[in-house]
């Protein structure tokens, strides 16, 4: 039997949006994705691009800085995963949003390595609402003081928070995780002032469940590319 094609898995993902969007009364035109290609083989990347698709997300930098030149010309990336504060220039070097700010510290290397490149980076706030310490991600009540510490940093754009919720077995289980998200962005909107416009949540198995949470980017990998390979 032949693997659907990416055609196929990105046709059904638009489907599965459109009607997320119709039974939250959204407007699927909010949503934005972003195509999850870590451990894909650039030939996936390219099979990808050819159906439209222009917003990679890539959890590594050295993968990225591997990969990159064999990847068609004109599509953006988003650093999805993880950074460490020594890599920030080269992320700044690939990357145009990171989704995964997960401290001042981590803020403050991202905005000089910016500045020193002559550009502005789109990152969202990582936050942990589970409280879950494994996971990488600010605490709810720490994100306000960075917010404020954040009004120095010219070459940063924060355009609002991220989360991943501890995985549960039931998509429907990640619906609080993504609903505090929610509530803190408004909460921290009406506190500070920053718009926070932008709700990254939502991955393969529980994407439908963040948009009726007011996701509106989202963070698509196997259900789209498949299987992660290498
Ligand atoms: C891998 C990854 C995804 C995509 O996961 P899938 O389950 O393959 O859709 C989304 N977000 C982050 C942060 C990831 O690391």
Redesign the pocket.
């Known amino acids: 039997m032949n693997e659907p094609r990416i055609e196929d898995r990105y046709q059904a993902i638009q489907t599965r949006i459109v009607d997320a969007c119709g039974l939250a009364g959204r407007d699927p035109a909010e949503i934005n994705l972003v195509a ?1 290609s ?1 451990k894909q083989a650039p030939e996936v990347i390219r099979e990808a691009a050819a159906c439209g698709i222009s917003v990679f ?1 890539e ?1 590594r930098v050295q993968e990225l800085e591997q990969k990159a030149a064999l990847c068609p010309e004109g599509l953006t990336w988003h650093l ?2 993880h950074l460490q504060g020594n890599k920030a220039a080269r992320a700044v070097g690939l990357f145009d949003a990171i ?1 995964s700010i997960d401290s001042l510290k981590l803020l403050e290397r991202v905005n000089a390595a910016a500045r020193e490149a002559g550009r502005t980076v789109s990152v969202f706030l990582q936050v942990s609402v589970s409280g879950e310490s494994s996971k990488f991600g600010l605490a709810p009540d720490e994100v306000s003081p960075v917010l404020e510490a954040s009004v120095k940093f010219m070459n940063v754009d924060i355009v609002g928070l991220m989360t ?1 919720p501890p995985h549960t077995p039931d998509p429907e289980g990640a619906a609080p995780f993504f609903a505090s998200l929610r509530e803190l962005r408004d909460r921290l909107r009406a506190a500070t002032g920053f718009p926070l416009q932008d709700l990254s949540m939502g ?3 529980d994407f439908h469940v963040a948009i009726a949470e007011g996701a509106n980017w989202i ?5 789209l590319l498949g299987a992660r390979t290498t």
């Open positions: 999850v870590k997300g959890n999805v995963g989704h991943m991955m393969s198995h963070r698509i990998g196997t259900a």
